[in-house]
């Protein structure tokens, strides 16, 4: 699995930043699926959880344009730069598909969800959970450093 990899190599970089940037970007992810899979399941909250979501979908887009810049101002030797870029590009790619979702269930005024649908917002949960392999939030990484 390329992100095992890649964990091990961000984590032996002397910049920690780029690590900080990518838990964090995680770290929002892992939120937006949480609030998707709230609007799911409580639907009479849609248009307020939408924009919470749109809110993460922004918090996101300015992680990954920190990421850019910092890697058009260091010197990487231990981290493949385009790699980090496609990944960063990629967690970025999972909160815009669920800032879709969300905008086309309120667009749609959906007033019932199936249960697939649920399930599959529980799945996209997992999913970005496990993204989180080395459960750094709790050591001073996450959003709340990127909003400061």
């Known amino acids: 699995m390329r992100w095992l990899g890649f964990y091990k190599r961000i ?15 995680i770290t929002n992810s892992v939120t937006c699926a949480k609030t998707l899979l709230q609007l799911f399941n409580q639907i009479e ?17 300015q992680i990954a344009r920190q ?3 910092l890697l058009d101002e260091t010197f990487i030797v231990a981290i493949d730069k385009e790699q980090l870029e496609i990944l960063i590009s990629e967690l970025d790619d999972i909160v815009d598909g669920m800032r879709n979702a969300a905008e086309y ?11 697939e649908a649920r399930v599959m ?7 970005t959970e496990k993204l989180n392999y080395p459960r750094l939030e709790g050591e001073g990484f996450g959003v709340s450093s990127i909003r400061n």
Request: net charge negative; hydrophobic share 50%; glycine share 2%.
């Open 67 to 69: 990421v850019f810049v």
């Open 11 to 25: 984590t032996q970089s002397k910049n920690k930043r780029f690590l900080e940037l990518f838990i964090a970007h």
């Open 105 to 115: 269930f309120v667009a749609y005024e959906i007033m019932a969800t199936r249960p």
């Open 45 to 61: 909250k849609a248009p307020t959880l939408l924009q919470e979501i749109i809110e993460f979908e922004h918090i996101g887009d």
């Open 121 to 127: 917002a529980e799945k996209i949960l997992e999913m």
